[in-house]
């Protein structure tokens, strides 16, 4: 018998660095770094899961915020002032990308966050 991990390798930062957005990708793995806190916290509430689609609360450490991803739609809403304010692809909306590779992980899911971050690439941050 051997102890058994409940880890597991983070998918949107290695699909980042694949896009060819490697000066991102350091503060991108710092920020989805959280990810397994977040998780392990019970700091994500999902409203709503199905393809393509995700809708959480993600309590941060400044306030709970309501985080969209219309994955396949390419849509996304956060209540989080950096979204609110500067359209910002903000640090919710990645985490629940993470997060819908996480639950769904099957690989055509992972195609389509892969598109999607695609898609967004230059809007990041
Ligand atoms: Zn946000």
């Known amino acids: 018998m051997s102890y058994v991990l409940a880890r597991r390798e983070l998918r949107t930062p290695k699909m980042l660095e694949e896009l060819g957005l490697r000066v991102e990708a350091s503060r991108l ?41 219309d994955i396949i739609g390419r849509t996304f809403v956060c209540s989080c002032p950096h979204h609110r304010f500067r359209k910002a692809l903000c640090k919710h909306v990645l985490l629940l990308l993470e997060l819908y590779a996480f639950l769904r992980n099957e690989p055509r899911d992972i195609e389509l966050v892969r598109r999607f971050l695609e898609a967004y690439a230059e809007r990041i941050f």
């Open 29 to 69: 793995r710092a920020i989805l770094g959280d990810f397994a806190f977040y998780l392990n916290s019970g700091r994500f509430k999902v409203l709503r899961l199905r393809r393509g689609y995700i809708e959480a609360i993600v309590r941060g450490f400044h306030g709970e915020w309501h985080t969209r991803v």
